[in-house]
């Protein structure tokens, strides 16, 4: 019988590509944490939509990318060249591409908005927070062992994507933004 279970982990190390240990506290493992909580709030974004729906195939090719890119981020730097799982050198252009698209479909933001709206806006703005965090994990491991700067990138975009993709929903639902304070709002003096 396989069993999921390996046992190596019971004292607190545990294995990057390579074949090397770390403490599971180590901020390699925390950032990889956040991309795969990331992928996870892809996941339900996608399960959340219709089947054959025109951001479905994207959102899976999103999916693959993040688990290349948490292979890359489990390697040490001076090994991630034998690491099989390489990154599209369009990768970043072709998601900003996107954004621009989904952009061009709503109209300009003239206030900061509170999340929410509808269930499907929610879990999007739950992706574009993930990925807030991901980036601020990935730079902490970037002060101690390189991380690739496409993979800085990717990220810092796909938390834009996944908040012009909830103002998309909320636009698109009939659904209105609600909003917390105009751009340029000045709080009165006493």
Not at 10 to 28: L, N
Not at 148 to 154: F, M
Request: glycine letters at 6%; hydrophobic letters at 35%; charged letters at 25%.
């Amino acid at each position: 019988m396989n069993r999921i279970y390996t046992r190596t982990g019971d004292k607190g190390m545990t294995s990057i590509h390579g074949g090397f240990r770390v403490p599971k506290t180590d901020i390699r493992i925390e950032a990889n944490g956040s991309l795969d909580e990331l992928n996870v709030a892809v996941g339900a974004i996608r399960t959340s939509l219709p089947s054959g729906h025109m951001w479905q195939t994207r959102l899976r090719e999103i999916q693959l990318n993040l688990m290349a890119l948490m292979s890359l981020v489990a390697t040490l730097s001076e090994q991630r060249v034998h690491n099989p799982n390489q990154l599209s050198a369009t990768l970043v252009r072709d998601l900003e591409c996107w954004i621009d698209d989904i952009n061009s479909q709503c109209t300009p933001p003239d206030s900061f908005i509170l999340p929410g709206g509808t269930p499907l806006a929610t879990l999007m703005h739950q992706a574009r927070v993930t990925a807030r965090r991901a980036e601020r994990n990935l730079w902490r491991l970037d002060d101690l062992d390189p991380v690739p700067e496409n993979i800085l990138r990717y990220i810092n975009r796909l938390s834009d994507l996944f908040f012009i993709m909830s103002r998309h929903e909320l636009q698109h639902s009939g659904c209105r933004e609600e909003v917390w304070r105009e751009f340029g709002y000045k709080r009165k003096q006493k």
